[in-house]
């Protein structure tokens, strides 16, 4: 503690030598993290500015079309994203810490809680390609314009709810695979031993990565489940 | 100027724990209350519902509420602001379309 700042600073093989301390190289990253979740923004923004669109036109065949996606594989998704959120905020503080064993731990929870969304995420997809509600040469709602009689359906804008539903749960779950990804790169390292209470960056960077594919469900699941579920008159 | 690294503020796990019991009451209320008939408050009330729970994500699970750089609330508040960008002057086309 009594040695001169840069003493200290040389010390650190983490430390790159253009930034002149460790806090302004960690706050660099997670400033460059925030300005590409930006973009990520825009990027998901473009499908969010065409379902509000075709919303606004073809509601009835989204409200039907939402009728028809399985509510409760929904609902336990975003409780399953919701517990990896908290175990991956869980995981920072473990690095923030220095616990590289509960770092590990909650690294690991968080990934299987990953793939337990891709399961059921996967399970969905199948239901509705059972059903025929996949677009394509075999799309057919025919099941759907029987259940709503009292609903003018029009088989064509369907499809276009369809697409939007696929194009962005697609998206998210590219999304949800790519996080696995960084997330086993993290555990790796975590393993090893890289992480400390004086550079946990990555763990942080990529953490909030999770969250941000965390939000965009957090809006999807309205959006896409909740169009419209009161009882029909 | 002997200070050593500064480290980020640490949140208690407690605080954390609470936060996911609000995300995930939240998440239930939100399921729930689309059954019910509410016009077109439906809508209105997924949306403040979702907005309120990115909220907390966004405060808390990402320390945006703690962090030292200030920086990261000005590009945030941006995108945001981007995304508004976007979707308005969107619909304000599409919804004034007469449609053939």
């Keep these: ?233 | 100027m002997s200070e050593h690294i500064k480290s980020e503020h640490v949140m208690s796990s407690k605080m954390y724990y609470g936060i996911w019991a609000a995300l995930m009451c939240l998440t239930v209320v939100t399921a729930a209350v689309s059954f019910v008939d509410l016009g077109p408050l439906n809508t209105i009330v997924a949306l403040v519902i979702a907005t309120f729970k990115a909220l907390l994500v966004v405060l808390f699970f990402m320390h945006v509420k703690y962090t030292s750089e200030k920086m990261t609330k000005a590009v945030i508040v941006s995108a945001i602001f981007w995304l508004f960008i976007l979707l308005a002057l969107s619909l304000a086309d599409y919804t004034t379309r007469l449609l053939s």
């Design chain 1, 1 to 233: 503690m009594s040695d001169s700042p840069g003493a200290v600073e040389t010390q650190k093989p983490e430390l790159l030598h253009h930034f002149s301390s460790a806090e302004q190289q960690r706050d660099a990253s997670t400033f460059g993290m925030w300005l590409f979740l930006a973009t990520e923004i825009m990027f998901f923004g473009g499908m969010f500015c065409a379902y509000l669109i075709y919303r606004y036109w073809y509601y009835n065949e989204f409200a039907a079309g939402s009728r028809s996606i399985n509510i409760w594989l929904g609902t336990i998704n975003t409780a399953v994203l919701i517990c990896s959120s908290l175990t991956v905020a869980l995981g920072v503080r473990a690095a923030q810490m220095g616990k590289r064993k509960l770092l590990v731990t909650l690294l690991l929870i968080t990934m299987v809680f990953g793939v337990a969304f891709l399961g059921i995420k996967g399970v969905e997809w199948y239901q509705k390609f059972e059903e025929h509600h996949i677009p394509g040469n075999s799309f057919n709602v025919d099941d759907i314009i029987h259940d709503y009689p009292q609903i003018h359906i029009d088989p064509q804008h369907e499809q276009i709810f369809f697409s939007l539903y696929f194009a962005m749960t697609g998206l998210h779950a590219l999304h949800m695979v790519i996080g696995l990804g960084i997330f086993t790169f993290l555990t790796y390292k975590a393993w090893k031993g890289v992480y400390s209470p004086s550079y946990y960056t990555p763990v942080e960077v990529g953490g909030l990565y999770w969250h941000f594919v965390d939000i965009v469900w957090i809006y999807l699941f309205p959006l896409l489940y909740l169009i419209d579920r009161k009882p029909l008159r």
